[in-house]
C-alpha cells in the first residue's frame, strides 16, 4: 500500500498539496452549520426577534457558500490531478508498445486492458487517493467534536456508535480485498486469454474464469449488503439512545433543546462521510490490486536497458 502512494506523491505531489489544503478547509466547516441550526432553535424558544433570525440566516447562508465553493474547486482540482494520472499512464503503455513492437511476448489483450480499464481505475483514485479521506475523516473529528464540547455526554454516545462500526468495517474490508483482488487476477487472465490466437483452445478455460468472477462478485455483493445493514441498525439505534438520553438531560436541565437537535442532526450527518470513507477503502482495495497488476506489467514488458527505471 505505501508503494502505492509512493509513487502518487511522486507523480502528483504539487497537486496533492493544494488538495490537502482544500479538503482541511471544508473540513473545519463541518461543524458550523449544526452550531447554526442549534442557535436558531434556541434563539426561537426565547422569543428571537425576526432581525435576529435573519441575521443568523445570512451567516448560515454565508458558511454553506463557502462550504460549497470549497468542496467544488477541490472536486474540480481533483478531477485535474486525476485525468493527469490517467493520461501518465497510457503514455507510459504507449511507449511499451513501441518499445515491444516486434517482441513475441507483446501481449496485446492485457495493453488494451490498461488503456481503457485499468488506466481510468487507477487515475481516478489518485486525484481522490489524499483528499477524500483526508476530508470525510475531518469533517468525522470536526462534528463529533464539537458535540463533544457541547454536550459530552451526547459526545461520548455518537462516538461509541462510530467505534463498533469501524471494527465492523475494517473486518468486512478485509474479507472483500481478498475477494477484489481474486476477482482482478481472474478478470485480467480472462481478457489476456481472450486475445490469444489459441484463444477456441481455451474457451473452457475461460469459460470457468467468467464463472469464478460472478461467484466472487456475489460473495462481494453479500458482505457489502450485510455490513450496509448491520450499520443501518447501529445508526437506528444510536439515534434513539441520543433521543431518550439528550431528552432525558432537558427535563433535568442540564442542556437545552438545540444541542440535542444539533446531536441528531450531526450523527445524521456523519453517515454521508462515514459511507464515503467505507467506498473510499474499497476503491482503494481495488486499485492497489491493479496498481501491482500494472506495475508488474511495467517491469516485464520493459527493455532490458530501461528495466530499472
Known sequence: MLDLYRAIWKATGTGQIVLIFLSLGAAALAALPIDYQKRFINRMGEGATFDELVQLGIGLAGVILLSQALKWALAYRAGVVGEGAIRLIRRRAHERAIENENAPSRNVGAL?????????????????????PLLN?????????????????????????????????????????ALVHERVVTLRRAVQTLARPDYVSAASQTSADFDRIFETRRRI?????????????????????????????????????????????????????????????????????????LRDAERTSAPASNASR
Open 112 to 132: 488494451a486492458n490498461i488503456v481503457s480499464a485499468e488506466a481510468e481505475t487507477v487515475g481516478q483514485f489518485v486525484g481522490s487517493a489524499v483528499s477524500e
Open 137 to 177: 475523516i475531518g469533517t468525522l473529528i470536526s462534528v463529533i467534536g464539537y458535540i463533544a464540547v457541547t454536550s459530552p455526554g451526547l459526545g461520548i454516545i455518537i462516538a461509541c456508535i462510530i467505534i463498533p462500526q469501524a471494527l465492523l468495517v475494517a473486518f468486512t474490508q478485509k474479507q472483500v480485498n
Open 221 to 293: 455483493f453479500l458482505w457489502k449488503l450485510s455490513t450496509k445493514f448491520i450499520l443501518n441498525i447501529l445508526n437506528g439505534a444510536g439515534l434513539i439512545v441520543v433521543l431518550v438520553y439528550g431528552g432525558w438531560l432537558v427535563t433535568r436541565g442540564t442542556t437545552d433543546v438545540g444541542t440535542v437537535v444539533a446531536a441528531t442532526v450531526a450523527l445524521s450527518g456523519i453517515q454521508q462521510p462515514w459511507r464515503a470513507l467505507i467506498a473510499f477503502f474499497r476503491s482503494l482495495s481495488v486499485v492497489h490490486v491493479q496498481f501491482e497488476l
